[in-house]
T-cell receptor, first 117, second 111 residues
Framework: ETGVTQSPTHLIKTRGQQVTLRCSSQSGHNTVSWYQQALGQGPQFIFQYYREEENGRGNFPPRFSGLQFPNYSSELNVNALELDDSALYLC????????????????FGAGSRLTVL | RKEVEQDPGPFNVPEGATVAFNCTYSNSASQSFFWYRQDCRKEPKLLMSVYSSGNEDGRFTAQLNRASQYISLLIRDSKLSDSATYLCVVIVMDSNYQLIWGAGTKLIIKP
């Protein structure tokens, strides 16, 4: 059983550029969620995809967008990068949408660390 | 006011002591609650879910108080390996679905 893998692990961009981060979900998981974690802060929920559709979104502007593919892997795209976008971006997969059952735990990847200069 | 707030840290605690964390949430549409643990420069991992009746897993006990809108985590007989940041997570389900995380409380267990 493979876990959640994210790529790239580190990258540096400049303001105004665009970035695409990728995530392969754990085998058997159909739900992927993305988080932004600034240094010393908790993860901030960006959005969640279930069966290729966005089914939840946090307080992030539209320049943060995503996709989920038929194999349940996912991409996070950020346009018009700003300095404050510098953070660790975490992807998590789960068997299905985490609701009442604690059994549908989130399995996280190691993250992609983005630096915007 | 943040939607999910946790005790500020760090907590410096001697090995073997009992330590308690609190987490308050403001959205009444909060449905499910979890504690995650995050080691330095690592990804978060589920520690335990929090059920209305309270639940225990070894040295860890979680409680939920819906009336006062807070959850707690108690760690008994703390070990050096318990040193980590503990994150409170709340699932809100109203017109939107969100997983809202607290900023975390850093715990340092000293020998």
């Amino acid at each position: 059983e493979t876990g959640v893998t994210q790529s790239p692990t580190h990258l540096i961009k400049t303001r105004g550029q665009q970035v695409t981060l990728r995530c392969s979900s754990q085998s058997g998981h159909n739900t992927v969620s993305w988080y932004q974690q600034a240094l010393g802060q908790g993860p901030q929920f960006i959005f969640q995809y279930y069966r290729e559709e966005e089914n939840g979104r946090g307080n992030f502007p539209p320049r943060f967008s995503g996709l989920q593919f038929p194999n349940y892997s996912s991409e996070l795209n950020v346009n018009a990068l700003e300095l404050d976008d510098s953070a660790l971006y975490l992807c998590a997969s789960s068997l299905r949408v985490v609701t009442y059952s604690g059994a549908n735990v989130l399995t996280f990847g190691a993250g992609s660390r983005l630096t915007v200069l | 006011r943040k939607e999910v707030e946790q005790d500020p840290g760090p907590f410096n605690v001697p090995e073997g002591a009992t330590v308690a964390f609190n987490c308050t949430y403001s959205n009444s549409a909060s449905q499910s609650f979890f504690w995650y643990r995050q080691d330095c420069r690592k990804e978060p991992k589920l520690l335990m879910s929090v059920y209305s009746s309270g639940n225990e897993d070894g040295r860890f006990t979680a409680q939920l108080n819906r009336a006062s809108q807070y959850i707690s985590l108690l760690i008994r007989d703390s070990k050096l390996s318990d040193s980590a940041t503990y994150l409170c997570v709340v699932i809100v389900m109203d017109s939107n679905y969100q997983l809202i995380w607290g900023a975390g409380t850093k715990l340092i267990i000293k020998p």
